[in-house]
Nanobody, 124 residues
Framework: VQLQASGGGLVQAGGSLRLSCAAS????????MGWFRQAPGKERDFVAA????????LYADSVKGRFTISRDNAKNTLFLQMNSLKPEDTAVYYC??????????????????WGQGTQVTVSS
């Protein structure tokens, strides 16, 4: 599976962005998909995950209620709708795929495939 993230940019605090992650390969629908982010000098942190069916989602506490993860298996695409953005959301955002045990969805090491990252910058 190859992943290509896009949709990042510069936005003012309180604004919105929608990230996309296009996947190649016929097995996209069988993978748990996740979004992670990494700020300069910090570890890669979990943001959100969605199971293969799209019916189960998981969020980091810091983004719950503001971000929404979704997927379109027919189009092999993962999304992250980000609303009410804050300066602390500034980071490079990565999409990831893997056959992940749902209880371990927050762990980067559980994912087998990673996109190249897209920069999100939120100004105050």
């Amino acid at each position: 599976v190859q992943l290509q993230a896009s949709g990042g940019g510069l936005v003012q605090a309180g604004g919105s962005l929608r990230l996309s992650c296009a996947a190649s390969g016929r097995t996209f629908s069988s993978y748990t998909m996740g979004w992670f982010r990494q700020a300069p000098g910090k570890e890669r942190d979990f943001v959100a995950a969605v199971r293969w069916s799209g019916s189960n989602t998981l969020y980091a506490d810091s983004v719950k209620g503001r971000f929404t993860i979704s997927r379109d298996n027919a189009k092999n695409t993962l999304f992250l709708q980000m609303n009410s953005l804050k300066p602390e959301d500034t980071a490079v955002y990565y999409c990831a795929a893997g056959r992940v045990i749902y209880s371990s969805s927050r762990l980067p090491r559980q994912y087998d495939y990673w996109g190249q990252g897209t920069q999100v910058t939120v100004s105050s």
